[in-house]
């Protein structure tokens, strides 16, 4: 067994990171599904939406030839809309909502038809939207994700000048960072971040991160309103033997990696445990195996019925041949040379509901071993706590504090996003941006 990069050809990187989910292939296609729309009052998939898009409306459009006015419909009230269409788990929104899912037949492909208005508007650089006159206010947005640009994009149309400081050297966030590829490519992440800061008066600094390069003091001398919209990011340790060995990395970075640096850069191993269940361990693990990895194995301490992700992440690994093994927990990681050999987990059963509304995994006492040479870590994201307690900001065990959904402790300051929610889905930090853009209009303006 060897950890190796460049285990494949460039034909291969290219076949196995292709869109998952790819586009209509011509505008008849888009308009067969578009006329099988029932157009529900008071629409199910509209509820499902954290930013409440007019779904019945944008299909609509499309039905009209209407695709400019499709793209605004969808753009009014999800900015991120394009990005959002790929990646967002519209089995458990809006296509879950879908009417015909009761109707045994296949619902709307919603997400499939945002796409095709989205991407249409951004190929052709439709600008739909106008910045309003310059009002003088400054507003400083502290990280340049979906959170923050949501918001940047909502202030900037009302004439607030926004300056977006961010500690990565491109904007995006979790979409330009943390994702899987085939989902959604770093390229796609770019245009899409120009599309939004195309109406003006947005300026990214990029490598300033809060903390360092910049203070919330100094952000708030200098600006009318602070907007935190960090996210979280910090992988939570596995706190067992062996955490140090030569092959045991988390997931957030493996992922971070691969965005940055390319296929074939990435090293892999050739038996790979991943740790977790949740939508960035079947990123890593998926990855892993399109990378050339032979073996890869999903641990997982609770059964299928707890897990995090949904049905639809756990096919995907399946069909890339990943194995499952439920209720068991890592206990040690054993290594020779420095370099690790050996997964020891515990094997758990289901014990009492805890405060989560989940059965707690509680070790049985018996143990079993896989012969691996990486494990990733994916057992969840823990926010920056250290970054807000120097800060002085409010929080619980490192999740922002806020008010009325945004607003923090701090005269001024608001938070929206992983940073405040520990980390859901890209459209609920679009939402919260939006609802974070109109706390502080409202406080500007008084």
Request: charged share 25%; with cysteine; glycine share 10%.
């Amino acid at each position: 067994m060897a950890i190796l990069n460049n285990r494949l050809s460039a034909e291969q990187y290219k076949e196995h990171f292709s869109d998952i989910h790819p586009p209509f292939e011509t505008k008849e296609a888009a308009m067969v599904e578009a006329n099988r729309c029932l157009f529900c009052y008071d629409a199910p998939c509209m509820k499902s939406c954290p930013t409440s898009i007019d779904v019945p409306k944008f299909i609509k459009q499309i039905t009209t030839e209407n695709i400019k006015g499709s793209a605004r419909t969808i753009f009014s009230s999800n900015i991120m809309g394009a990005g959002c269409s790929k990646v967002c788990p519209v089995e458990k929104l809006c296509e879950g909502a879908c009417v015909y899912n009761f109707m045994d037949e296949a619902p709307i492909p919603i997400a499939k038809l945002q796409r095709y208005s989205t991407e249409t508007a951004m190929k052709n650089n439709w600008h739909l939207f106008e910045r309003k006159k310059s009002t003088g206010k400054k507003v400083a947005i502290v990280g340049a994700g979906p959170a923050g640009l949501s918001c940047a994009h909502v202030l900037s149309r009302e004439g607030i000048d926004v300056t977006i400081y961010e500690k990565e050297s491109k904007g995006g966030g979790l979409m330009t960072y943390g994702i899987a590829a085939y989902k959604v490519t770093p390229e796609f992440c770019e245009d899409e971040v120009n599309y939004i800061t195309a109406i003006g008066g947005i300026d990214i600094k990029y490598n300033h991160a809060l903390g360092k390069e910049v203070t919330l003091e100094q952000l708030q001398q200098s600006y009318d309103a602070v907007y935190l919209a960090f996210g979280v990011g910090l992988a939570r340790q596995l706190d067992i033997p062996g955490e140090q060995l030569e092959g045991v990395v988390d997931a957030i970075r493996f992922i971070y990696h691969l965005r940055t640096q390319g296929y074939s850069a990435i090293s892999v191993g050739d038996s790979v445990a991943v740790i977790g269940m949740g939508m960035t361990a079947i990123d890593a693990a998926t990855q892993a195996k399109r990378l050339g990895a032979k073996h890869v194995t999903l641990i997982y301490r609770r059964t299928e019925a707890e897990m995090p992700c949904t049905q639809h992440e756990l096919d995907i690994a399946k069909l890339d041949g990943c194995e499952i093994i439920w209720l068991a927990a890592p206990k040690e990681i054993i290594g020779q040379n420095g370099k690790v050999t050996q997964l020891i987990c515990d094997v758990m059963k289901l014990g009492e509901v805890d405060s989560g509304g989940r059965r707690s995994p509680i070790p049985t006492g018996e143990t079993f071993s896989l012969n691996v040479d990486m494990v990733i870590k994916a057992a969840g994201q823990i926010p920056f706590e250290s970054l807000v307690s120097q800060e002085q900001i409010e929080h619980k065990q490192g999740k922002i504090t806020v008010k009325e959904k945004t607003a923090t402790n701090l005269k001024g300051v608001f938070a929206g996003g992983d940073c405040v929610n520990g980390g859901k889905e890209v459209v609920d930090a679009v939402q919260a941006g939006k609802d974070g853009a109109a706390a502080i209009m409202r406080y500007i303006t008084l």
